[in-house]
Every structure is written in structure tokens, then in C-alpha cells.
């Protein structure tokens, strides 16, 4: 799919602007915007208004006037091409109004994979989509690659999976309005809500530290081996909005998760880091799972003073009751909480031996 139906003429104009950095939008018509696209982004913006600012950009910097506050602005380059996408969009952030529009494009890891395995015959397609992921996913990612890849490509045509460029949207301080499959890419409807909120040392690493509330409502940084991609932090709001709880208390239909997340979930490798929590001292064997702020927020005032007050744990309650609901997790921790307050010892070796049964012996799992 074209991005941008441009005339010799619009080339010009395009080339002028970024020359003499002119102070007013560079406006484009509807005849010069893939008319799918066009449509889409004419249902939030109206992209021919001077408080709408249309670029075609890959590059971090780029020239728009710090005079203005803009109410929307639109790139429709892909950012699979910028080098820093959190500066781009850090840069965005700054130069639109409190509520203004963001909208932008990406081909997410899955619309990749479609494109290269039908552009190529089988088995050579395959052998192609294996070598590009290695090359464009995983080199970014690595500290050993990371400077050999930016360095032969200037960050271009990485891959970027849906969660990645959500959660990037997130923490550069925008919301999700809507979202849409159109041609290769997938367009996103932003609003400004915040200014940016990101990690400036983010890990892409297999080996991860998450912020959970401990004892005294601390934050502690639990280790774990990661399970999700990169950025899934910043949109647990958004997974929540859309999918809600499934059983057991865990997102329904959660994207964030990868395929060998999935399988060191089922076989529980993803926890054995947090030992290093419990030999800090920050948690115990026994006790209510570390929770992120968002789920915290989700559980009722009592309860939230009541976990507070004592260190969570690395096998928590849910493995002895396995409750479905989110109310019935927040029964089973309030029952373990007020054994533990009366007989700290008892109540976690009790819970310890049948948490182990159940895990062992029933082979119960979360999710």
C-alpha cells in the first residue's frame, strides 16, 4: 500500500518547507492521501486545518515550528524507520496542545510475517522470515548486536511487535482512541494525555526487573525472566479496557505475552528469579503475590492496607484455594491474611505443603 499519492509538485512543496522551516503546517489535500487512510484519520482530525501538521518523517528531529501548538499531528511513515522512537514521540508530545491528536503507523511483527511469507515460495520464505527475525528483532534487542545493527542500518526497518508500539505509545504520555488495519500497516488514533512517563534504560533482555508494592507500600524491583514483550508494562489499562479478567485473575486473551513466555509460565521458570527477592529480604516463600500499581489499584481499600503490612511471597495463596474470579482471589487472600496475623509460622507451612500438592501432584498452574 502507498502511503502518499505525491506529484512532482508536492515533492517541491515537501523539500521547500524542510528547507526554509516556514512557520505554517505543511498541508496536504485529500488527492495526496491513500483514500483508505484518508477517510480513517477524517473521523478524529481534520487534516487540511492550520492547527494540523502532516509529516512524512523517519527521522527524530524534524522541523516544525516550537511556535505553535499544534491540535493534531499526523506522520505516515511507518515508525519501524525511526531510529529513537521514544525521542520522535517525546518530540510529538511537546509540540501538541493537552488533549491534541498523535496518529501515526507501524507493521507490526504478525503483519510482517504475513508480507514476507506470501511474497516468497515455501521453503525459501520461511528460511527468509527466520533470518530478517533474528536480524531485525532480536539484534536490536541484545546489548552484544545492538550497535552492529544501528550501525549498518540507522535503525530502520526493525520489527516491532503490537505490544512494543503500544506500549511506547503509552509511555510517551498519548491513549489509544482507535486503532486500524489498513493496507500493510496498522494506523493508531492518539490522544496526548501526559507527558512522557518512559524508562530512559529500558531491557529487552530475557532476565527483567518489574516495579511491585512491598511492605510499607514500597516499590521493589522483582526479578523474573520475561514472559511478554517489550513495553507490555505501560498498557495493562489498555489490555484491561478491552479484555478484562479471565479466570484466575489474568488478562483474558492477552497479546502481551510470547510464545516462550507462554511455555516458562506453564513450567514456572518464569518465578525462579524472584528468589534473589527473597534472599534481599524484600519477600518471603510464602505470601501475596508482588503486585504491579495497576492490579493493586483494582483490589478494595482493607485489602490493600492489609497486604502492606507484611512482605508478598513467592507462592502465594492462590495455589492452595485456585480461585476463578477476581473477587474469589481477593476472598483467598484476605482468608490467608488473617491466618497469617494470627499464626504467622502455622499458616505458611500449611499453605507452603498444599500450595506444593496442588502444584506437584494436580498439576495446577496460573495462567
Not at 545493527?149 to 498519548?174: A, D, M
Not at 516495579?211 to 510499607?216: A, S, T
Not at 518471603?284 to 493493586?296: A, D, M, Q, T, W
Amino acid at each position: 500500500m502507498r502511503e502518499l499519492k505525491i506529484s512532482k509538485d508536492i515533492i517541491i512543496r515537501y523539500h521547500i518547507f524542510n528547507e526554509l522551516n516556514k512557520s505554517h503546517p505543511f498541508v496536504m489535500n485529500k488527492e495526496e492521501i491513500d483514500n483508505n487512510v484518508y477517510k480513517y484519520i477524517t473521523n478524529f482530525v481534520n487534516p487540511e486545518s492550520s492547527k494540523t501538521n502532516i509529516i512524512s518523517s523517519n527521522r527524530t528531529q524534524f522541523d516544525i515550528d516550537n511556535k505553535i501548538n499544534y491540535e493534531a499531528i499526523i506522520n505516515l511513515h511507518r515508525i519501524n524507520d525511526i531510529r529513537r522512537i521514544n525521542k520522535f514521540m517525546e518530540n510529538i508530545n511537546t509540540k501538541l496542545l493537552n488533549g491534541g491528536k498523535f496518529i501515526c503507523c507501524a507493521e507490526t511483527k504478525n503483519l510482517r510475517k504475513e508480507r514476507i511469507l506470501k511474497k516468497f515460495i515455501r521453503p525459501f520464505n520461511y528460511i527468509y522470515y527466520i533470518l530478517d527475525f533474528i536480524f531485525k528483532r532480536i539484534f536490536p534487542k541484545l546489548p552484544i548486536t545492538k550497535k552492529i545493527y544501528f550501525f549498518l542500518t540507522q535503525g530502520r526497518n526493525r520489527v516491532l511487535s503490537k505490544t512494543e508500539v503500544l506500549g511506547r505509545i503509552y509511555s510517551c504520555g498519548f491513549e489509544i482512541i482507535s486503532e486500524k488495519k489498513i493496507g500493510s500497516f496498522y494506523y493508531f488514533i492518539t490522544k496526548k494525555i501526559k507527558d512522557p512517563v518512559f524508562d530512559n534504560s529500558p531491557t529487552y533482555g530475557p532476565f527483567i526487573k518489574l516495579k511491585r508494592i512491598g511492605k510499607d507500600n514500597k516499590l521493589i524491583k522483582v526479578y523474573k525472566l520475561r514472559t511478554m514483550h517489550p513495553y507490555s508494562e505501560y498498557i495493562q489499562d489498555y489490555v484491561y479496557k478491552r479484555n478484562n479478567l479471565d479466570k484466575g485473575g489474568k488478562f483474558k486473551d492477552d497479546f502481551r505475552i510470547s510464545t516462550i513466555g507462554k511455555i516458562f509460565r506453564k513450567l514456572w521458570i518464569d518465578e525462579l528469579p524472584m528468589f534473589i527477592n527473597v534472599f534481599k529480604g524484600e519477600m518471603k516463600i510464602v505470601g501475596v503475590r508482588p503486585l504491579s500499581e495497576h492490579y493493586f489499584n483494582l483490589y478494595p481499600e482493607t485489602l490493600r492496607t492489609m497486604r502492606t503490612k507484611y512482605k508478598p511471597g513467592l507462592i502465594p495463596p492462590f495455589y492452595v484455594d485456585m480461585p476463578d474470579t477476581l473477587d474469589d482471589i481477593i476472598a483467598s487472600e484476605l482468608k490467608y491474611l488473617s491466618s497469617y496475623k494470627r499464626s504467622p509460622f502455622k499458616t505458611d507451612l500449611s499453605y507452603f505443603v498444599r500450595a506444593l500438592y496442588n502444584i506437584i501432584i494436580k498439576r495446577k498452574r496460573s495462567k
